[in-house]
């Protein structure tokens, strides 16, 4: 019985891990077109389902390795979010649209999102005969030391990412070309450095990210087309735990409610009954009002010196 | 005697045009006049819903005490059954039931509008639309998972108070209680549109920062706007329950109750009453007409059809808002005194005694 219990608490702690560095790619990606667009965008969840199905038509009908999905997955994300900026809100910016107008905007494209992800779910289905709702690829997953390779490959490519992305935002000039289109677009301008590439370009990573996290989804949970709301809420309950407006927020929101979620759950489930399961997105419900209540600019917003000081 | 086929399309058109009139008009008061990006319409419309689901049914079983001893959703058909019965037979009780739900239906989606705006009201508008998309959401899967509120994913029968019209006619009658209920509405928001409180809700949407200055307390006059805005649509959720007399969570979605009310508002034209009610009234008459032709696609189509319904919508609305963002029925600028009017006024006041 002790023993069991301790195996259960080590697949809690790995699906957590996993879960977290999901999170971590997902979140960073929301906040990193926030900071340049300043719109929440409310079809991030689904550049990620899109690519849920994307991949398992890859990995049924092509026989390819779940992981190499993910290549194809980056790119087709990165279009289908540059699509998004290009065709509906650069125009839209361009005549002036206010926030809630750009939102609305994020909001139509997600519903052509969601029918997309449903017809390729429906084809998939009955024509080639692959079962589409409520699946699964655990099977195709490799194996690592007797673990679960994305047990191990998901967090080293959210390492590699949070890496690569300070890499590139502080040591390259593209990416501080990139900061600074960020801080302050008329100055930025003024010096010479393209807004509109800069901007296209961190839209194509943010949703690169997210398809990158979708094509690894069905390896570590039960996916369905409308996976993408439950998402979202996860993605914006990070990004507001991270301050929206900070990168490195976003990396450390995205971990928390990666944690809190998966830990939360699987504890209260053990204690209370599995009744509690479904209320999961509860939780990170419950962190992005409190976030708002007590700290509504993020833990990126926090002056910590300053806490440390009067805690300490 | 059988209502004519027509005639019953026409009933059925309007009982839905009525629905979502009202769910677009109250996101017109919150988005159109105030600015308030309320992307979780579904809270309202579902509170308003899901509270007719559990409470007045209980109450009435409670009250007539029929059949002793059996609960509400365990022994939902004989509890409702039983109370259908007395309701068949008593009109001014079916009445008084109609109304009191749909008054506590208003004041459940008040409150819940107050309780779920309360974090980010005081924060720029996208703060607030993402906790209330979230708050929606996860009152759907407290809706769809805790049986004991209105069933589960089975739903619940609620008592019919339509019962004591006569089968035949009972489309007819729910139908004018609809288009009543919208029309009271209706004639209320015009009111407010036109009021002070109409011109300040406006004020502060074009320009927050002039409406501070000019001492209108922002924050209140936005928790009013949302507050009455998710009284109103919660009305038209428990209206929705009355139609088919009975509460399922699974009816309830971000896209049908989120996403069309957008498209609805955006595409009659955002800060005017009459707008929401042309879009309600093009989409309700477009999705009908989709649904009649939907056999003819669905047999060469490898995928359902409602799918590229989702598509078609989407599309439309992005074209609404990057070719025509005004929409069909633009706002109109707010009436004004005439200025001989206010040249006389100002004659007479400035004359020496």
Redesign the interface.
Known sequence: MHRQGRQLSLILVRDALIFSSLMIMLSAGLTLTYMTTK??N?AHGDFATLNIYLNLALVRLLNINPYLGTIPAFMLGGVIALVLYLA?LK??MD?G?N???L???T??????L???I??FA??LN??HKIITRLFQLKGFDIEIFGQPGLFVIAPILAFVMITLLYFFLNKTKFGIAMRAAIENPSLAEVVGININRMYAISWFISGGLAGAVGALMPLYMTCNPDIG??L??SI??AS?LGGLSNIYGAFVGGAIIGLAEVLGTGYLSMTLGP?VV??R??I??IV??LT??IA?RGLAGVNWKKFLRKVG | MALPIPLTFLIDLLTLFGIFAIISMSLNLE?GYT?I?N?GKLLAVAGGAFFVGAVPGRIIAYLFNTPAGSDFIKNNLEVVSSINQVLMNDPTLSICYLLLSLVGAALAGAALGYIASY??I??????L???L???A??LK??G??WEPFIGGSLGVRIPDPFRWVSGEYRPLYVSLTIIGVTAAIFIYLEFVSRSPLGRTLRALRDDELSARVYGKDVDKLRIKALVVGCAIAAIGGALYSFLTASVSARDFN??THT?WP?VMV?VGGAGNNLGALVGAGIFVTVRRLITFYKSYFETFL???VV?????L???A??IV??YR?EGLIPEKPTKTLKYEYIANKRATRTKPK
């Open positions: 719109v929440p409310f509906v125009p839209l005549r649209a926030y809630v107008i939102m609305v905007a909001i139509a494209y997600d519903m052509i969601i029918s997309l449903n017809i429906d084809y009955r024509v709301i439950r979202l809420i914006f309950a507001i009744w479904p209320y997105p509860v990170p419900l992005m009002m708002l209540l509504p | 988005f600015g990006p992307f974090p980010g005081r924060l720029r508008g996208d703060y639309a993402m906790t998309l979230a708050i959401e996860v899967i407290i769809d998972n971000r896209v996403f957008w955006i490898p995928f359902d799918w590229l319904e989702y598509m919508l989407g599309l609305l992005l808002l990057l963002p």
